[in-house]
């Protein structure tokens, strides 16, 4: 092997390879701890292996979904407030899974920085594990990557992408009918969407992200950074039992772009304002950003972060199970004949 006077190394390019190898080994107890059925190979290989039939399937359809946090990440980045992110990009993907009636298995992540912090990192991934842990999904691989000159000083980028199962022949949405009742599930905030116009409205209200939230306890970037509510569970069971016809997620396109995707041709739907109250964020947005109603609908889920349509005959089982299981659940309306939605009462 040659050696070359003044030689340079990876490192004094930028890349901490060793930086990397003690990151695996610090988040592999988070790691392990997200195991489940199905799980062939732990973290460190070249690729992660997963057993659908070891999990329970007889005749699985795979299902992928692959989400990032959005501009939700600048602020975590600017008040170092990252413990909740990890599980916002779990959210964002296994969510999007359960609509189509899928259970999640696992999940990757990819984490990209200019200079690898260990601790910092560490922090947003064990985010992950938590978000993993919390929807039955396993944490089985993914990716550090150190790009100099890429990121600013201390930022970093947050993607990860989750594959479910379902058995063939019970994907979602099915079966939606005219009169279908329409049960909406409240969230946990702003949950991972809408902060390119969150974040204007903060600047136009002269406020940064240490101000006293004043719409609730904290600081305003506390406040807004509380994570993605998880619906898996309860969606799951509430699919199992029956009756469930479709799933939506709200996320950004608000409940006017998203309700219509699970729609079919022919079908809209009809959603009374006046079933649920604006949270107290919303408001806040609203007032102090001077944005109409139509506008919050199309951008912020508006405290409702998960729509089912459900057969009318069913309709009070499932709303039972989903408020057993810890879920707030508002009669929102019907799926009707025509195309869209059309909103009755006021968003307040």
Request: aromatic share 6%; charged share 20%; hydrophobic share 45%.
């Amino acid at each position: 092997m040659t050696e070359r006077k003044n030689g340079l190394s990876y490192a004094e390019a930028g890349v901490d390879i060793d930086a990397g190898n003690a990151l695996v080994e610090r988040i592999k107890p988070a790691a392990a701890a997200t195991r489940r059925s199905g799980v062939m190979e732990g973290l460190g290989g070249f690729g992660a292996l997963f057993d659908p039939r070891a999990a329970g399937y007889n005749d699985p359809v795979l299902v992928a979904a692959t989400d990032g946090v959005g501009t939700k990440l600048r602020i975590a980045i600017d008040t170092g407030e990252l413990d909740g992110v990890g599980i916002d990009l779990v959210a964002m993907c296994v969510n999007d899974l359960v609509c189509q009636g899928a259970e999640p298995l696992f999940f990757l992540d990819y984490f990209a920085t200019g200079k690898l912090s260990i601790d910092e990192a560490a922090r947003v991934i064990n985010g992950i594990s938590e978000g993993c842990r919390l929807s039955g999904a396993a944490l089985i691989g993914g990716e550090t990557a150190e790009m100099p000159g890429m990121y600013a000083k201390g930022d970093f980028d947050l993607a990860g992408f989750a594959v479910g199962a379902m058995e063939r022949g019970t994907a979602l949405p099915a079966h939606v009918a005219d009169g279908d009742v329409l049960l909406g599930l409240a969230s946990d905030g702003v949950h991972s969407n809408g902060f390119s116009l969150v974040r204007k409205v903060a600047e136009h209200a002269g406020l940064d992200w240490n101000s006293a939230s004043p719409f609730g306890p904290g600081t305003l970037g506390q406040a807004l950074l509380v994570p993605t509510r998880l619906y898996v569970k309860p969606l799951l069971a509430a699919i199992a039992a029956g009756g469930v016809h479709a799933a939506a997620h709200i996320t950004g396109g608000g409940i006017t772009e998203n309700l219509p995707r699970v729609l079919p041709e022919g079908l809209g739907a009809e959603v009374d304002l006046n079933s649920w109250s604006l949270p107290p964020v919303f408001d806040w947005l609203a007032e102090a950003g001077g944005i109409a109603d139509a506008e919050m609908l199309k951008t912020f889920n508006s405290g409702v972060g998960m729509i089912l349509t459900v057969a009318p005959d069913r309709a009070a089982e499932i709303e039972a199970l989903l408020q057993a299981a810890g879920e707030t659940v508002y009669r929102l309306g019907t799926v009707t004949p025509g195309t869209g939605v059309r909103y009755s009462g006021a968003l307040r």
